[in-house]
């Protein structure tokens, strides 16, 4: 059923459905949790409840579904069929992308809003739409979550491209989304995304560039053939292809035998293929049907630039009926630049299931969004791992809780990572400077470091001396740190100092914090003071296991240092047990951080370690 009444009927007209027994209604009145009536929204969650009835709403445009010819919504009528459904929690701008799709001539097999998602939300749609035979990707426009340790248990079976407003802190507020300082929701809602394998798009246009290509055949690998009447634009593909990491297929022998027999004697048989400008239709579709048919090619891509003797569409035309001939066979993109012919020409490639753009960026972009997906598709499943923390691990925080402090000493953090498994260079805990005297003899060379409750940055007021190789160092730099310390945080109760061997190695980070819609999240990326500028991070939603660990390392920017930097190569293994053996603390504590983890050839050891109450 589709309610579209004021809303104080509402209630009333839902439990009439239910006893007639509706199996799932479609609320667009508006006038509930939007405008804070929560508790009229509650009752239509618990009549829906009552006669295990969906709910889709309240406060939406509507339901859409092409193949039964079913458009119950206030939009456009005229949608053509396709093969990408289309999920909204925004009605306007549903309305609005239903328009452009009109006029860009894309099919849709569905158009869901869901409004306030009173009920029914993204992953039940995603999860609906992984069994309906009549879509083939799923495209979702999301502002926030209400439950996000929910969605992270949504099967991905189909492409599944997101596009999530709010990168930027205002754009997070504007969508009722928190942002954190490093931690910022819109970093964890990308690893999020990642974990699930759901494909991230920038912008509306991206995604929906996207839909399209991922109704193609699967791209298999990433070699790819460019085929133009134009070497500027074909140049111009060239780079684009690079940027989007796909290769551009170099057997000069294949390519000239292959290609020259359907070219002039100035065109040019290196990929891109030249066909130059007087290329017609015979010349696309003699050049176009042994590249489709190559085992050597995963994908083709068509250039066009319009020209007075050729007639775009004829070339369009010739390009479907050479692609209706190879059954599709694998995938392939058109770019056409032009004035309307090329516009028309375009139109009629989108009709008939081949994606066809004015841009080579956006066809480039596309192919690489169509690889991601074969590779996701395929890549290894991830298995948590337990992640209970030991005995003694949590009698040290009940403790620490007990006695009201906020953060444990740095003695007890390292205590508390190490029998979680977190490998901790050798370390001793002074409360004084004959202590300290007595316990740094086999730790040279050592840190030192400042223990106490108040200071939590500890270099920020001299709580950190480095490299001390002998006694008489020890002394003079402990005497030094109390003077210092004493003046820049004179209110501080110091504990002592704790004396780390120093440890050589690649400067990572790794920390536990919680989300506020996903909970605890692990973090990694490239440490040391500059952390918190460089925000080079990688986060993912716990639990998660070796592979997903795995694949944090590969996200961060600068993942190449940890392959070699300044004579030092990380162990990449025993990063990855760190990442899995910080979720030990997950819902114990509320922060855990880790700068730096130094890793070499030797293993990774934490350094410093900082853990918040």
């Given at each position: ?5 004021p809303?104080t009927?509402v209630?009333?007209c839902?439990e009439?459905?239910g ?5 799932a209604?479609?609320?667009?009145t508006?006038?509930f ?7 009229e929204e509650?009752?239509?969650?618990a009549?829906?409840?009552k ?8 406060n939406?445009?509507g ?10 919504t206030f939009?456009?009528?005229?949608v053509a069929?396709g093969?990408?459904?289309f999920v909204?929690q925004?009605?306007?701008l549903?309305?609005?992308l239903?328009g452009?799709?009109?006029m860009e ?8 809003s869901i ?17 309906d035979?009549?879509t083939?990707?799923?495209l979702?426009y ?7 340790r929910d969605f992270?248990?949504t099967?991905?079976?189909?492409p ?12 997070a507020k ?8 490093l ?5 964890v ?12 798009a920038d ?6 560039n996207?839909?399209?290509?991922l109704?193609?055949?699967?791209m ?8 133009t ?13 690079e ?22 004697s ?7 293929i030249?066909l130059?400008g007087?290329?017609?239709?015979e010349k696309y ?5 042994p590249?489709v048919?190559s ?36 995938p392939v ?5 032009g004035g309307e ?11 008939h ?8 960026a ?6 690489n ?5 074969h590779?996701?598709s ?5 298995v948590?791992?337990?992640s209970k923390?030991?005995?003694e691990?949590v ?10 402090r906020?953060?444990?000493l740095e003695?007890?953090a ?12 050798p370390?001793?805990f002074?409360r004084?400077?004959d202590?300290?005297?007595?316990k740094?003899g086999?730790?040279y060379?050592l ?6 409750p108040?200071?939590i940055h500890k270099?920020?007021v001299?709580?950190v ?10 002394v003079?730099?402990y005497n030094?740190?109390?003077k210092?310390?004493?003046?820049r945080?004179p ?8 004396l ?5 190695g ?12 996903f909970?605890p999240?692990v ?14 991070v990688s986060?993912?939603v ?12 590969g ?6 240092i ?7 190569k990380?162990?990449?293994d025993?990063l990855i047990?760190i ?9 114990l504590?509320k ?5 730096p ?5 030797n293993?990774s050891?934490?350094?410093?370690a900082r853990i918040?109450l």
């Open positions: 059923a589709v309610i579209s009444i809303a009927a209630a009333a839902m009439e459905c006893q007639k027994g509706v199996k209604v479609a609320v667009i508006s006038g949790a939007e405008v804070g009536d929560v508790e509650d009752k239509l969650k009549i829906a409840d006669y295990n009835m969906a709910l889709v709403g309240p939406i445009l339901v859409a579904y092409a193949p039964a010819k079913l458009n119950a939009g456009p009528r005229d069929s093969s990408t459904a909204s925004s009605g306007a549903a309305i609005g239903m452009w799709a009109v001539k894309m099919g849709m097999s569905a158009l869901v409004g306030n998602k009173a009920d029914v939300d993204e992953r039940d749609l995603i999860e609906y739409f992984n069994d035979k009549n083939k990707v799923t979702v999301m502002e926030g979550l209400k439950d996000g992270m248990q099967e991905i079976r189909k599944v491209v997101m596009l999530k407003v709010g990168r930027t802190q205002r754009g504007a969508a009722a989304s928190h942002t954190g300082s931690a910022g929701s819109d970093k809602f990308d690893a999020a995304f990642r974990q699930l394998g759901i494909l991230r912008s509306f246009r991206e995604g929906f996207w839909a399209r290509a109704s193609l055949p699967p298999k690998g990433r070699n790819v053939l460019i085929m009447n134009g070497g500027g634009i074909g140049v111009r593909a060239t780079d684009e292809c940027k989007e990491g796909l290769h551009l297929i170099d057997d000069s022998d294949w390519l000239e035998k292959t290609f020259r027999p359907f070219m002039p100035y065109g040019s048989a290196k990929n891109p030249d130059t007087g290329a017609a239709e579709s003699q050049a176009f049907r590249a048919a085992e050597k090619l995963d994908a083709v891509l068509v250039l066009y630039c319009e020209t007075v003797i050729t007639d775009p569409l004829a070339i369009a035309q010739a390009v479907l009926k050479e692609y209706e001939a190879a059954k599709r066979c694998k993109v058109v770019a056409m630049v012919r090329s516009r028309q020409a375009i139109h009629f490639l989108n009709e299931g081949i994606p066809a753009f004015t841009s080579v956006d066809a480039a972009s596309s192919l969004a169509l690889a991601r997906w590779e996701i395929g890549r290894e499943k991830d948590p791992e337990p923390a030991p005995a691990a009698r040290i925080v009940e403790q620490a809780q007990k006695e009201g906020s953060a444990l003695h007890e390292r205590q508390v990572l190490e029998l979680c498994g977190v490998p901790m260079p370390a001793a002074a004084d400077l202590e300290a005297k007595k740094a086999k730790l060379p840190a030192m470091k400042i223990a106490s108040q200071i270099s920020d001299g709580g001396a480095l490299n001390i190789r002998d006694e008489k160092e020890l003079q730099k030094a740190m109390m210092n310390v004493a003046e945080a209110d501080a109760q110091i504990e002592g100092v704790n780390v061997q120093m440890v050589e690649i400067e990572c980070v790794a920390g536990l914090s919680s989300d506020p819609q909970g999240v973090m990694f990326g490239i440490g040391g003071v500059f952390v918190e500028v460089l925000k080079d986060f993912r716990v639990p998660f296991g070796k592979v997903e660990a795995s694949r944090m390392l996200d961060i920017r600068s993942q190449n940890l392959d070699g930097f300044r004579g030092h990380a162990d990449r025993s047990n990442l899995c053996a910080i979720q030990k603390l997950a819902g504590v922060e855990v951080d880790i700068n983890v130094r890793s070499s050839e293993g050891f934490a350094v410093d918040i």
